[in-house]
T-cell receptor, first 111, second 114 residues
Framework: GQQLNQSPQSMFIQEGEDVSMNCTSS?????WLWYKQDPGEGPVLLIA?????ELTSNGRLTAQFGITRKDSFLNISASIPSDVGIYFC???????????FGAGTRLFVKA | DAGVTQSPTHLIKTRGQQVTLRCSPK?????VSWYQQALGQGPQFIFQ???????QRGNFPDRFSGHQFPNYSSELNVNALLLGDSALYLC?????????????FGSGTRLTVV
């Protein structure tokens, strides 16, 4: 079945640093979604991408839909302590009725 | 505008017991999807309910079952609990089954099986 592989698994950074994480798949996705999960909460949608090559921003977050449709990237600029959490890439399966999630990238920010 | 509401927030059960988890979707949403999130993992799709019927199912045994009510709320039932069922169970709501624009998730129910 379709799977999403996220890297790195975890990141430890200093406040103010930029962050980059990615997500790859062996199969094509037509939509890429990036979620963030805070401790004790459910995931919250950050960015949705619908077109190969698309670059979309949400504040300090920027995500890109890879040209091959098999990868996506998320960048966070000038990180702050509240960026701490787990970032998941996700994509609806063929048919669009079920969303598959990666295992997540855990971000730790040191003030 | 209330988001997705799940109850209870925490639950401790003994192996072999049965459990029921509840979810009320976001106002305006008619579809409920259930996910299991084990510690350190991403959410895994259990099943989806739309128009009071199970529409799609992930790789979970028949011990996992559900129900959707006319008001779109949903229940997840797990029978014959195993230690490995310990996880955060997330309810996600959407409109007309579509997840292309993302789900709205509840805060989850933390189930511990001892």
């Amino acid at each position: 079945g379709q799977q999403l592989n996220q890297s790195p698994q975890s990141m430890f950074i200093q406040e103010g640093e930029d962050v980059s994480m990615n997500c790859t798949s062996s199969s094509i996705f037509n939509t890429w979604l990036w979620y963030k999960q805070d401790p004790g909460e459910g995931p919250v949608l950050l960015i949705a991408l619908y077109k190969a090559g698309e670059l979309t921003s949400n504040g300090r977050l920027t995500a890109q839909f890879g040209i091959t449709r098999k990868d996506s990237f998320l960048n966070i600029s000038a990180s702050i302590p509240s960026d701490v959490g787990i970032y998941f890439c996700a994509g609806p399966n063929t048919g669009g009725f079920k969303t598959i999630f990666g295992a997540g990238t855990r971000l730790f920010v040191k003030a | 505008d209330a988001g997705v509401t799940q109850s209870p927030t925490h639950l401790i059960k003994t192996r072999g017991q049965q459990v029921t988890l509840r979810c009320s979707p976001k106002s305006g949403h008619d579809t409920v999807s259930w996910y299991q999130q084990a510690l350190g993992q991403g959410p895994q799709f259990i099943f989806q309910y739309y128009e009071e019927e199970e529409r799609q199912r992930g790789n979970f045994p028949d011990r996992f079952s559900g129900h959707q009510f006319p008001n779109y709320s949903s229940e997840l039932n797990v029978n014959a609990l195993l230690l490995g069922d310990s996880a955060l169970y997330l309810c996600a709501s959407s409109f007309r089954r579509q997840s292309l624009h993302g789900y709205t998730f509840g805060s989850g129910t933390r189930l511990t099986v001892v």
